[in-house]
T-cell receptor, first 117, second 114 residues
Framework: AQKVTQAQTEISVVEKEDVTLDCVYETRDTTYYLFWYKQPPSGELVFLIRRNSFDEQNEISGRYSWNFQKSTSSFNFTITASQVVDSAVYFCALSEARSGNTGKLIFGQGTTLQVKP | DGGITQSPKYLFRKEGQNVTLSCEQNLNHDAMYWYRQDPGQGLRLIYYSQIVNDFQKGDIAEGYSVSREKKESFPLTVTSAQKNPTAFYLC?????????????FGPGTRLTVL
């Protein structure tokens, strides 16, 4: 069965600290896609990144970086030198190609990140 | 500007009443989705539609209904059969409704049952 687990419910850091948000997934599909979304206090989810199951290259975008490891079924997200504007709820999500290719997203429970000044 | 609009932002309903949440997109996307978010939980899929005049149940469809008569519109009706409707409802769309398409989200509607 497909599942996404974000074990960290809440994380609090002080500005400029680095922080890593964990994401572990379960799937029997060999072709799948992993996503990270940010939900600021306004409520609208913002797409951050997509990674397919065949591409294990890490990715860096500014202060954001993502580490995808199929061996441990993890897709972790690191924010370097955190800022107050990074405060939000972050969701990891999985989409499987096998299940009719409907684009259905399976979300983790989310991690609330609070960055204090 | 292209995007997804949801209305109203806040909605209050008395028990036993049906209520319809609006979702409109001008991104020319084929697929649209409705999710429900409860405090401290992830998003759960209610219904989705990959093409006009067709839609499928998601994981928690009981007590909800949808229609997809136009490509840009995907309204959600919360019926009186939904036992615990108080939640934050998010609408999303994607270009083709395929597994690799990212979804774009609207600002959400917060429904409270009084």
């Amino acid at each position: 069965a497909q599942k996404v687990t974000q074990a960290q419910t809440e994380i609090s850091v002080v500005e400029k600290e680095d922080v890593t948000l964990d994401c572990v997934y379960e799937t029997r599909d060999t072709t799948y896609y992993l996503f990270w979304y940010k939900q600021p206090p306004s409520g609208e989810l913002v797409f951050l990144i997509r990674r397919n199951s065949f591409d294990e290259q890490n990715e860096i975008s500014g202060r954001y970086s993502w580490n995808f490891q199929k061996s441990t079924s993890s897709f972790n997200f690191t924010i370097t030198a955190s800022q107050v504007v990074d405060s939000a709820v972050y969701f990891c999500a999985l989409s499987e190609a096998r299940s009719g290719n409907t684009g259905k997203l399976i979300f983790g429970q989310g991690t609330t990140l609070q960055v204090k000044p | 500007d292209g995007g997804i609009t949801q209305s109203p932002k806040y909605l209050f309903r008395k028990e036993g009443q049906n209520v319809t949440l609006s979702c409109e997109q001008n991104l020319n996307h084929d697929a649209m989705y409705w999710y429900r978010q409860d405090p401290g939980q992830g998003l759960r899929l209610i219904y989705y539609s990959q093409i006009v005049n067709d839609f499928q149940k998601g994981d928690i469809a009981e007590g909800y209904s949808v229609s997809r008569e136009k490509k840009e519109s995907f309204p959600l009706t919360v019926t009186s059969a939904q036992k615990n409707p108080t939640a934050f409802y998010l609408c999303a769309s994607s270009k083709e409704g395929l597994s690799y398409n990212e979804q774009f989200f609207g600002p959400g509607t917060r429904l409270t049952v009084l």
